[in-house]
């Protein structure tokens, strides 16, 4: 599987020096960035091809990994999709936009590609997909960061966000990803509370669902990546288990 990447930060980085540590038949070989020395440091890492011209990588790759930033998915998904090229998307907060993620999910399905959302920085995701249509009745997020990772300059425990995931991700595009995930997964607009923490070095989230099934609660205290404390290392891990899920026979979990 020839895979092209598209934002080669923190979480391309992780992805790519695990890929290529090991036997397997996924070749990243083209690297796309706005600052081009990241896409060449990473290219050479990796034995692959830093584009300047992203459309250069579009007719040989099977599948494009976005690892960029939300507005990175309006851009070039609909390119990519419309190509019929399976794509991965990390920044998922942009698919809150949900006149996009329809148009998205026509033009992979007229032209025979997937779109495939890790589940990224939580756990859980298997089981809220698995109760979502049948009386799921409550599910919210509560996620707590250091300030640093929140970008705030403050010594006490502060509420910075109550309200739906749609209004978070607009506030915080960067730092809530997983409110996104959760909401695709479980197709509805989800609870998100999202405190800064100066008490903590984690990216905390806490997840409950309530239903006709019982309920669960999942707590997941992510280390943040050195490279980027935004972003959980889980989330790249997560990235890294799906492109190697798919040369797999049996499933698990998913
Ligand atoms: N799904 C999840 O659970 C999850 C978790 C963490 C981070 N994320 C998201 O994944 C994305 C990458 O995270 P990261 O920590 O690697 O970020 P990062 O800031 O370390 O790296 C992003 C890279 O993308 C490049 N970039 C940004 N916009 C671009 C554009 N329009 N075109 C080309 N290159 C562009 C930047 O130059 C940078 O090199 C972010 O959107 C982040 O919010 C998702």
């Known amino acids: 599987m020839k895979v092209g990447i598209i934002g080669c930060g923190a979480i391309a980085n992780i992805i790519t020096t695990s890929i290529v ?17 990241r ?3 990473l290219a050479s890492l990796a034995g692959g091809v830093a584009v300047l011209d992203f459309d250069d990588m579009l007719n040989d790759v099977d599948l494009i990994l976005e690892c960029a930033a939300p507005v990175s998915v309006k851009e070039y998904a609909p390119k990519v999709l419309g190509h019929g090229i399976d794509m991965i998307v990390m920044s998922i907060g942009a698919l809150m936009d949900f006149d996009f993620y329809h148009e998205l999910e026509s033009l992979a ?3 025979g590609a997937k779109i495939h959302l890790p589940s990224g920085a939580i756990v859980g995701l298997d089981g809220i997909k698995a109760v979502a249509k049948f009386g799921l009745k409550e599910v919210s997020l509560v996620t707590r960061k250091s300030p640093k990772s929140l970008g705030k300059n403050i010594d006490t425990e502060e509420v910075l966000f109550e309200g739906k995931a749609s209004d978070a991700v607009k506030e915080f595009p960067l730092n809530i990803n997983v409110a996104a995930t959760i909401s695709i997964a479980c197709q509805r607009d989800i609870d998100v509370k999202i405190i800064v923490d100066p008490k903590v070095d984690r990216n905390v989230h806490e997840i409950t669902a309530k239903g006709d099934f019982g309920e669960f609660k999942t707590t ?3 280390y943040p990546c050195a490279a980027n404390p935004k972003t ?9 288990r ?9 499933c698990v979990g998913m």
């Open 21 to 37: 540590q090991e036997e397997n038949n996924i070749d990243i070989a083209y690297f796309f960035d706005k600052d081009i020395e």
């Open 39 to 41: 896409a060449e440091n």
């Open 109 to 111: 399905k007229d032209n």
């Open 220 to 222: 997941t205290m992510n």
């Open 232 to 240: 959980s290392m889980l989330a790249a891990l997560s990235a890294i």
């Open 242 to 250: 799906l492109l190697k899920s798919f040369n797999e026979t049996i």
